[in-house]
């Protein structure tokens, strides 16, 4: 294994600048030949490839590879790397005909030969200097989209883009909204029926137009429709917001990644926490300021809404803009372990559900995909923010002592803003009809603030917070592996470190990384750890697998954020590095 120092000496040894990288791999600086992709394509990628954010529309992180398994996953062996830009660096490669494409912090997309590590491509966007005045982590990009011959991104300026795969030159570009007036694309896109589908961040000076899920044609960029979050006077919902001016009703984002269901072409969303998050300071802790953290499923051509699901009225910045999974399963919730179960579920019935951990409260929620009914949910690591769940509707009923009531007020809250859950994404193997999760122990002592309009204000949501380790704990990250069907807890792995983001493969494998620089594999059935490397820095970015001429290929990247470095104080005695670092593996 490569320890710290030798990855250490090897970052001394790659060149640190972007500017100083080694000449393209093609002396003129493109691709000869790109297989266009088609919605075909997507909604049953090629294993070779890795096409979007998660690989598949449901949101598996699952790839069929397995070359790499629980015999010869000892010997994998780094093959090359790359340094990436400064800046938070949260990235997924996108992996299309042995071409490998990297969406960098600051709007920087990159395009490499998947063997090799040569350079091919550069896209770099124009940002305005000013941008980080109006957004905080502006420069956050996770993931890219691919149609066509196109390489689809959402840039910081507030437009969305598109360059072609082969040159890497700007193809069309379309406005969305005014980066000056709070709205900001922290994901990119992911394509749905020929459509680029992505919900962004909303500060409270965008007001409540700038909370939309938007859809343009991917091939020229033209606007096609855009989804509300917040609704108007005389809109379903509207009534919910009490006495609130519209022009008031601040922040319910989607800053998170959608999935999809070709089948049923509808787009399924999460949403985040209301601006300010106290609810006394709006209009009452009773009502429940639709649609934020919640669950929504949108029709694909029109963009309106089907159904939703609000998980719990939020008072604390406890988003749930997550990754949903889309899954056939059967329903056999077992009571010892799943706290809350509809009495209509029958045991056994097989149902498309939609399910994961949606929110930071890291509790389990399992709905019907067809119409947001709620079928079980079970809690993962300690909250107390919800007291119970009504077993019929899915209603949450939230802890009187955790709500507040007046400013100035303190209280330990769990989870803490960092979660629970956050945007480390788990993943869902149907080897084993169980879903991975990178979770983390943490509380926070939460004071309430003084309510303001001025949507300038930077105390964006009107509470003060410091994380701690939750009660009773003494490690920070825990990956748990959860039954789909059963709601059982197969296996649980915890450590000092706080968990990032996993993958699971077709050989049983699972791969995640964490907090402290340590990148291993899992065995997918017992939580053995079967190989570790240390590379030095968070590992921070979204693991990805691919193949090429046969061979298959592991890709990870390192870097910091926001929620790393918090993650990092909680475990002072670790001391990772915040290099920003692609790394590709392969066996000899």
Known sequence: MLRAAAVCALHFTVASSLLALAPAARADGKIDKITPVTDAMLANPNPDDWLMWRRTLNNWGYSPLKQVERGNVKQLRLVWTRPLAAGDQEGTALVHDGILYFPNPNDITQAFDAVTGDFIWEYRRSVPEDVGQYFPAAGTNRNLAIYDNLILDNGADGWAYAVDAKTGKLAWETHILD??????????PIVADGKVISGRSCEPEGGPEAC?????????????????????????????WGNIPYEQRWHVGMWMVPSYDPATKRIYVGTSVVAPAPKFM???NNNQYLYHNSTLALDVSTGKMIWFFQHVVDSWDLDHPFERLIVDTSLTPDPKSVRWINPSLHQGETRKVITGIPGKTGIVYTLDAENGKFLWARETTPQNVIANINVESGAATVNPEAQFTAPNQTKLIC??????KNYPS????????TMYYPLQNTC?????GERTLDPNDNSLYRFSAKVEISPGEKNVGTLQAINVAT??????????AGMLSLM???????????????????????GEVLWEINLGAAVNGYPITYSVGGKQYIAISTGGSGLAYGLARLAPELHPGNGNQLFVFALP
């Not at 989870?415 to 629970?420: D, F, L, Q, V």
């Not at 926070?444 to 309430?448: D, N």
């Not at 699971?504 to 017992?526: E, I, Y």
């Open 444 to 448: 926070m002592q939460e004071t309430s």
């Open 212 to 240: 939309v899920v938007t859809a343009f044609d991917a091939k020229t960029g033209k606007e096609l429709w855009r989804h509300r979050t917040i609704p108007k006077p005389g809109e379903p919902g509207d009534e919910t």
């Open 179 to 188: 980066y000056k007036h709070g709205a900001k694309n922290s994901s990119g």
């Open 282 to 284: 709006l209009a009452g």
């Open 504 to 526: 699971s493969t077709g050989s049983g494998l699972l791969f995640g990384g964490d907090v402290n620089g340590h990148f291993r594999a899992f065995d997918q059935k017992t």
């Open 487 to 496: 709601g059982k807890t197969e296996w649980k792995y915890e450590q000092r």
């Open 415 to 420: 989870p803490s803003t960092s979660g629970g």
């Open 426 to 433: 788990g993943t869902y193997s149907p080897l084993t009809g």
